[in-house]
């Protein structure tokens, strides 16, 4: 079973950056598809971006799209989300998960899923 754990969230004023990190464990992110979703309080899991397991593919929810940059380094296990100009809107908690096969925008697609981190942007 494959282990996620995120981080790089905060706070940070409105037009501000962060970039999140999504380190896997136990066994290789190779093959999986992988995407970062995020909830805020009293709002359902949103899709926000996804990855093909090559990285040579990216799919990005309208929202965030020319703002926000999913990446993944194969050697570290790695997976990121790079966030430029936060909005207050972008508020929520950030979760990275993994599926085998294709990038989905259907949280209930995938199959595991990291803890989430906390992401706050000031106006």
């Known amino acids: 079973q494959v282990q996620l754990v995120e981080s790089g969230g905060g706070l940070v004023q409105d037009g501000g950056s962060l970039r999140l990190s999504c380190a896997a464990s136990v066994r290789t992110l190779s093959g999986d598809a992988m995407g970062w979703f995020r909830q805020a309080p009293g709002k359902e899991r949103e899709f926000v971006a996804a990855?093909?397991?090559?990285?040579?593919?990216?799919y990005y929810a309208d929202s965030v799209r020319g703002r926000l940059t999913i990446s993944r380094d194969a050697a570290k296990n790695t997976v990121y989300l790079q966030m430029n100009s936060l909005k207050p809107e972008d508020t929520a908690v950030y979760y990275c998960?993994?599926?085998?096969?294709?990038?989905?925008?259907?949280?209930?697609?995938?199959?595991?899923w990291g803890q989430g981190t906390q992401v706050t942007v000031s106006s």
């Open positions: 990855i093909s397991w090559t990285g040579g593919s990216t």
């Open positions: 998960a993994g599926r085998p096969g294709y990038p989905e925008q259907d949280p209930r697609k995938y199959v595991y």
